[in-house]
């Protein structure tokens, strides 16, 4: 087994910064062949639900061995931001880290932290499956501080508003925009389309880019604000996920063939 997770984490952060498009998935389905067959498709990187799912820890390290068949990077959102929650995560071969639910400095330098060995950071150690049981422990100790992805969700205004501050701290390996949980935050929820969430979206991509910081987000169904967030310089999407592409097709399927039949019946 080759240090996998390391060699993932790096060619991503690649890919996220080297202006190129970057698309994603999201995973929320226990059944890791999921995850086998999705990834199939190329996607670049995928990222899995733990906080919203019924994931547990035996069942996301099966989606990470999944994931592995085609070298693609796995970034887990944890229920919390919370260091605990982490380190098991990394151990068994996750890329990265999605934190949700972060608001002022201090969350994000906690989350930052979490992701690291020491000195940098508050890691505790005992990597398995991500520094190949043990056989690959200097090379995985040398690089993992570099090379593990700490993104942090953007779904709370009081982030934004604190930004300009955000930016500067060092470590931070891209943002995730959630509109929906981010409009509630502003008293709109079931709004991700209003005008101040959108607003307070394009403050935030332009204060990000600016740093220098890659941005993540869902790919908007709205062409003129996808168009906008690309001129903005957001070259990193998901292109949906395991729940959305089966209901989409379970949906078109059924109308399709109802359709076709009962024109063919009544012809």
């Known amino acids: 087994m080759t240090v996998y997770p390391l060699d993932a984490a790096e060619r991503l952060h690649q890919r996220l910064t080297d202006d190129s498009v970057c698309v994603g998935v999201n995973i929320s389905i226990t059944?890791?062949?999921i995850t086998e067959i999705i990834c199939g498709a190329g996607y670049d990187f995928?990222?899995?639900?733990?906080?919203?799912?019924?994931?547990?820890l035996p069942v996301l390290n099966n989606h990470i061995r999944a994931a592995a068949i085609t070298q693609t990077p796995v970034v887990v959102r944890v229920q919390w931001n919370h260091p605990g929650l982490v380190k098991a995560v990394l151990d068994m071969g996750a890329t990265g880290v999605l934190f949700p639910?972060?608001?002022?400095?201090a969350d994000v330098e906690q989350a930052i932290a979490a992701c690291k060995y020491p000195p940098e950071g508050m890691r505790g150690y005992g990597p398995l499956r991500a520094n190949a049981y043990g056989r690959q422990s200097a090379d995985y100790l040398a690089r993992a501080n570099s090379a593990i992805q700490p993104w942090i969700m953007v779904e709370q205004i009081e982030l934004i508003d604190h930004i300009e501050e955000i930016v500067k701290v060092p470590?931070?390996?891209?943002?995730?925009?959630?509109?929906?949980?981010l409009a509630g935050s502003m008293g709109l929820p079931g709004q991700r389309n209003h005008p101040d969430v959108i607003g307070a979206v394009e403050r935030f991509v332009?204060?990000?880019?600016?740093?220098?910081?890659?941005v993540v987000m869902g790919a908007p169904s709205d062409e003129a604000l996808f168009n906008n967030m690309i001129a903005k310089g957001v070259r990193n999407f998901t292109g949906g996920g395991d729940v959305?592409?089966?209901?989409?097709?379970?949906?078109?399927?059924?109308?399709y063939v109802r359709e076709y039949v009962a024109g063919k019946v009544g012809s």
């Open 244 to 255: 959305t592409f089966l209901a989409s097709m379970a949906d078109q399927r059924i109308q």
């Open 101 to 105: 639910l972060a608001k002022t400095v």
């Open 206 to 214: 332009d204060t990000a880019v600016a740093a220098g910081i890659p």
């Open 31 to 33: 059944e890791p062949t």
């Open 171 to 181: 470590g931070i390996a891209a943002f995730y925009v959630g509109w929906n949980d």
């Open 46 to 56: 995928l990222w899995i639900d733990a906080e919203h799912s019924s994931i547990d």
